[in-house]
């Protein structure tokens, strides 16, 4: 996804990524899985990818941004996104993975998370989501479109922090119901999400949501 990178700065990386230990990553899964903790997803300005079943969610609103980063090397970097945002979303099968090329000895190795594959979904509040692509089939409810980003007030407004024109292009919408969800995404952040049934693994190799 990024740069290559020779010896150590690439296990520091990977150190970063997989970082905290298995013990304390077993302990926050299941602090998220109760919906105890709040949720901020940023691969190093890695792209990860997230699919689900379905996605619905009160309260949308979407604006555009830049999202700063670093490269796998260190180098800084910035990339234009569009913020999906939501008051509250349920998530049903939910998958989510970043894979880290070029590791010495092992070559990719691939982070996978799955959850609210059974009969409880994921779910989300104050639901803030950086992406560069998506597909899905979506319906909206009382939607409004052009509105400046500062006056949409359906969702939970400009996420802190987030470099964008407050008088830019921005859309809302009382209700949002993706399905067959699709997307490459550079952060994702939550005030708080449950993972429910959540499963997360990680492989050799090159192993995506899609």
């Known amino acids: 996804m990024?740069?290559?990178?020779?010896?150590?700065?690439?296990?520091?990386?990977?150190?970063?990524v997989m970082?905290?230990?298995?013990?304390?990553?077993?302990?926050?899964?299941?602090a998220l899985a109760q919906g105890a903790l709040a949720a901020s997803f940023s691969v190093s300005g890695q792209q990860f990818k997230v699919s689900a079943d379905s996605l619905v969610g009160h309260g949308f609103e979407q604006y555009g941004a830049i999202d700063s980063g670093y490269t796998l090397d260190?180098?800084?970097?910035?990339?234009?996104?569009?913020?999906?945002?939501?008051?509250?979303?349920?998530?049903?099968?939910?998958?989510?993975?970043?894979?880290?090329?070029?590791i010495p000895l092992l070559g990719s190795v691939s982070l996978i998370l799955h959850a609210g594959g059974g009969k409880d979904p994921v779910e989300a509040s104050?639901?803030?989501?950086?992406?560069d692509d998506l597909s899905a089939d979506a319906t909206f409810t009382n939607i409004d479109i052009g509105v400046a980003a500062r006056d949409a007030n359906k969702g939970p407004g400009?996420?802190?922090?987030?470099?964008?024109?407050?008088?830019?292009?921005?859309q809302q919408a009382e209700k949002a119901e993706l399905t067959g969800v699709k997307q490459t995404a550079w952060a994702t952040t939550a005030g708080t999400f449950k993972l429910s049934g959540l499963k997360m693994s990680v492989q050799t190799g090159t192993h995506e949501c899609y």
């Not at 990024?2 to 970063?16: H, L, N, P, Y």
């Not at 970082?19 to 299941?30: H, K």
């Not at 400009?158 to 921005?170: C, L, M, R, V, Y």
């Open 126 to 131: 104050k639901l803030y989501i950086d992406l």
């Open 19 to 30: 970082v905290p230990s298995v013990a304390a990553t077993a302990a926050i899964g299941v």
């Open 74 to 102: 260190g180098k800084k970097t910035a990339h234009p996104v569009a913020v999906s945002a939501f008051n509250d979303a349920t998530i049903t099968n939910l998958c989510q993975s970043v894979v880290t090329p070029d």
């Open 158 to 170: 400009i996420k802190s922090g987030d470099t964008t024109n407050p008088n830019g292009f921005a």
């Open 2 to 16: 990024e740069s290559q990178v020779r010896g150590g700065t690439r296990w520091k990386r990977f150190a970063v």
